[in-house]
């Protein structure tokens, strides 16, 4: 039906106020009643609906289930009835309206969800399902998935309340009418698929979101979005053959992952004798795990991307600085010089300070240059502009010069700003060495724009492995202000590398760190990041701890990324850049910490 008006009023009672949703047969609008309470009503039109949306005596089952329902956990109901509007009559229920978000809402849009949540969500969605299975006439709901429960946030500690009752019929039926189409298949039981709804599919639905709390995705997930009704329900049985995935990672800091796995298998079981029985042993098991547990958050979950699935761990990443191993004086150079003056441009006027114009990071190769200008993105708030040189270096340079323009004047509009040139060698090189005129055009804009950018709020970060390769005059002062060199981390910058990367993962508590940081002298941050997912790799194929011995396995099969070559190079260029000609104010390597005898 065309949508009805705001402030439509149906049956001289309820006062539209916007269209939530429209289907086929059913449209739901918030409404109003005169009081000016808020409702949600469900408007049926009685032409398209099928005779299977109907009980024996020709009542709407939607309607007629709802209507008897009272349960903490589930929705409802407020009024029922029939109208005209414009000359087709029209069935209407009216339920409490709930506001709140649905679980696959709150999924997108929280980052950690703490186990105890995940539980209590699990456990009250039950409790909503184990009354529904023991009125005296069992109701099955048949559609339990993430879109169907709303965490209800009207009070103070939030409940959650299952909705949409439009599949949801008498425990005899013999499932027909429940169109699967309609249904999100992958919340569905292998019996459902096969037009058998029973008890055993509801609990698989909660089992299926328990697992999707978790891991972020419906239990073995594929997308089926593409593929017609009968391939579908063909392709999801197929993937079910297969064993479900389930990543210990994810748990493993936790000592109740064992048993949370275990509820998981047994709840999405598809043989009946090793699933639940009913919804109360499932309750059971669950307030087992619940009432031991502590706030544990999950970080991360399973994501689908380039048509797979990859763990990600959202938030095991740390933030800002935090994440950086070492780099102390870096660090404080980029706070004191940097951020504190961005964030506090009066006060920093007071005292007639500017910004530097800019900061050239240089060094091997895996040392953390791109990696340091990430985190300074995450540190500070401000608008920051992250320039690849794939971005730039377009076959018309010309354009180059005009997006190197365009970002200024974007960094200027919304100062205080950061640009970031990585790789810059690849488009600021040296005009003496270009004979290519427009390139050289690219570096004049550059040069322009590097001019006092500091005093109007903009602040230019550069990387590069070759600094003997970029146009000298950009390095001059006044422009490029700070040359630093990010060498290979030194021995206490190696020991918080190990300790970093092996943090979140299952390991021995005896492990030596200093052993570690002796074996891997020359070893640059990358080197060690690899080493550690190795280890972890080793030692997931084992099913054990990362263990001292694994580590120092993989630690002498695996060489150091800089050759004796580049050490040599880079001792010359450190010393060439920071020491004579161009910028006096920063003479030491300030990357990582330095070793004494450096
Ligand atoms: N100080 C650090 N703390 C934690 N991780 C680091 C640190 N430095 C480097 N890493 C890790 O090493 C990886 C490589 O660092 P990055 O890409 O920043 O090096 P780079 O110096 O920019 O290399 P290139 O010159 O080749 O571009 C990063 O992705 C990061 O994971
Ligand atoms: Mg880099």
Redesign the pocket.
């Known amino acids: 039906m065309k949508s009805l008006n705001e402030h439509y009023i149906i049956d001289n009672k309820y006062f539209t106020q916007f269209l939530l949703k429209s289907g086929e047969f059913i449209t739901i609008y918030r409404v109003k009643d005169k009081h000016n309470v808020n409702y949600l009503l469900k408007l049926y039109d009685l032409e398209k609906l099928h005779k299977e949306n109907f009980d024996e005596y020709g009542n709407i089952y939607e309607i007629e289930i709802v209507k008897n329902l009272s349960h903490p956990n589930i929705e409802v109901f407020v009024d029922s009835g029939n109208t005209i509007i414009n000359d087709k009559n029209y069935l209407y229920l009216v339920l409490k309206y709930i506001s709140g978000e649905s679980l696959a809402e709150y999924l997108s849009r929280t980052k950690n969800i703490d186990l105890y949540d995940i539980l209590s969500f699990t456990m009250q969605i039950l409790e909503g399902l184990s009354y529904l299975h023991n009125l005296s006439r069992p109701i099955l709901h048949n559609s339990i998935n993430m879109d169907n429960i709303i965490i209800d946030e009207s009070s103070k500690v939030p409940s959650i309340k299952i909705v949409n009752f439009h599949y949801a019929r008498y425990s005899n039926f013999l499932g027909n009418g429940i169109n699967l189409d309609d249904l999100n298949l992958l919340f569905v039981s292998n019996e459902g698929l096969n037009g058998k709804f029973s008890i055993q599919n509801d609990i698989y639905s909660v089992g299926a979101i328990l697992y999707n709390l978790i891991y972020r995705i419906p239990p073995w997930f594929i997308d089926v979005s593409k593929l017609s009704s009968q391939e579908k329900i063909e392709a999801i049985i197929r993937e079910r053959m297969k064993p479900l995935l389930l990543i210990n990672d994810i748990l493993c800091n936790n000592i109740h992952y064992k048993s949370i796995l275990n509820i998981i298998n047994k709840a999405l079981n598809p043989n009946f004798d090793d699933s639940y029985k009913d919804v109360y042993n499932f309750i059971e098991d669950l307030k087992k795990e619940f009432n031991s547990i502590s706030s544990y958050e999950f970080k991360g979950g399973v994501v689908y991307e380039d048509n797979r699935l990859i763990f990600d761990n959202l938030t095991n990443k740390e933030k800002g600085f935090s994440?950086?191993?070492?780099?102390k004086e870096l660090k404080e150079i980029l706070t004191t010089n940097v951020i504190n003056l961005l964030k506090d441009p009066e006060g920093a006027k007071e005292y007639g300070l500017t910004i530097p114009n800019g900061m050239l990071?240089f060094?091997?190769?895996?040392?953390?240059?791109?990696?340091?200008?990430?985190k300074l993105a995450e540190e500070v708030n401000f608008n920051y502009y992250f320039i690849k040189s794939s971005d730039l270096v377009s076959p018309y340079a010309f354009e180059t010069q005009k997006k190197i323009g365009k970002l200024f004047d974007d960094a200027y509009k919304n100062k205080p700003s950061i640009i970031c040139f990585?790789?810059f060698d690849s488009y600021a090189f040296r005009k003496d060495m270009s004979n290519n005129a427009i390139m050289t055009g690219v570096v004049n804009e550059i040069l322009t724009q590097l001019n006092n950018c500091g005093k109007r709020g903009v602040f230019v970060i550069a990387?590069?492995?070759n600094p003997e390769l970029i146009e000298k005059s950009i390095l001059r002062k006044g422009r490029m202000d700070l040359l630093i060199y990010?060498p290979p981390?030194d021995y206490e910058?190696r020991k918080?590398?190990f300790k970093?990367?092996l943090k979140d993962k299952p390991k021995d508590f005896n492990i030596n760190y200093d052993e570690l940081a002796n074996l891997t002298d020359k070893y640059?941050?990358?080197d060690i990041?690899f080493i550690a997912i190795d280890a972890a790799r080793e030692a997931y194929k084992f099913k054990t701890n990362i263990t001292q011995k694994i580590l120092i396995n993989i630690i002498g099969r695996t060489r150091s990324s800089l050759s004796d070559e580049d050490n040599k190079k880079y001792d010359f260029y450190k010393d060439f850049f920071n020491g004579s000609t161009i910028n006096t104010n920063y003479r030491k390597p300030i990357g990582?910490r330095i070793n004494k005898d450096d």
């Open positions: 994440a950086i191993a070492g780099m990071l060094g091997p190769p895996g040392c953390g240059k791109t990696y340091i200008s990430e990585d790789e990387t590069t492995n990010v981390p910058a918080e590398l970093l990367y640059v941050a990358s990041e990582f």
